[in-house]
């Protein structure tokens, strides 16, 4: 079982940034494909970031491209999505996701088998 916790939320203004991190415990392992989901009220959870047990590939939502990175710190057991230039628009309770092993389908939440409470991001205008 893996359990996984994030923290980092917040309010902020337009323009401004925050990072997320999420915490992985339990099962830990480094092979695992996380994700980082968003769900503003009313609306689906849609994908924001991916990022694959290595780090070394990254994927994002045209949406957050250019503003938006994740990495991966695979000796704290842990993953961030530094977030720049921050919209209203990204306001949303932003969760962390996580699954053993790659896939192609990476921005599809089925996809993931463990998930996190989620952090409130908040951004004034």
């Known amino acids: 079982q893996v359990q996984l916790v994030e923290s980092g939320g917040g309010l902020v203004q337009r323009g401004g940034s925050l990072r997320l991190s999420c915490a992985v415990s339990g099962h830990t392992s480094s092979a695992y494909f996380m994700g980082w989901f968003r769900q503003a009220p009313g609306k689906e959870r849609e994908f924001v970031a991916a990022?694959?047990?290595?780090?070394?590939?990254?994927y994002y939502a045209d949406s957050v491209k250019g503003r938006f990175t994740a990495s991966k710190d695979n000796a704290k057991n842990a993953m961030y999505l530094q977030m720049n230039s921050l919209k209203p628009e990204d306001t949303a309770v932003f969760y962390c996701?996580?699954?053993?092993?790659?896939?192609?389908?990476?921005?599809?939440?089925?996809?993931?088998?463990?998930w996190g409470q989620g952090t409130q991001v908040t951004v004034s205008s």
């Open positions: 996701a996580a699954r053993y092993g790659s896939t192609a389908y990476y921005y599809d939440r089925a996809q993931y088998n463990y």
């Open positions: 990022i694959n047990w290595s780090g070394s590939n990254t």
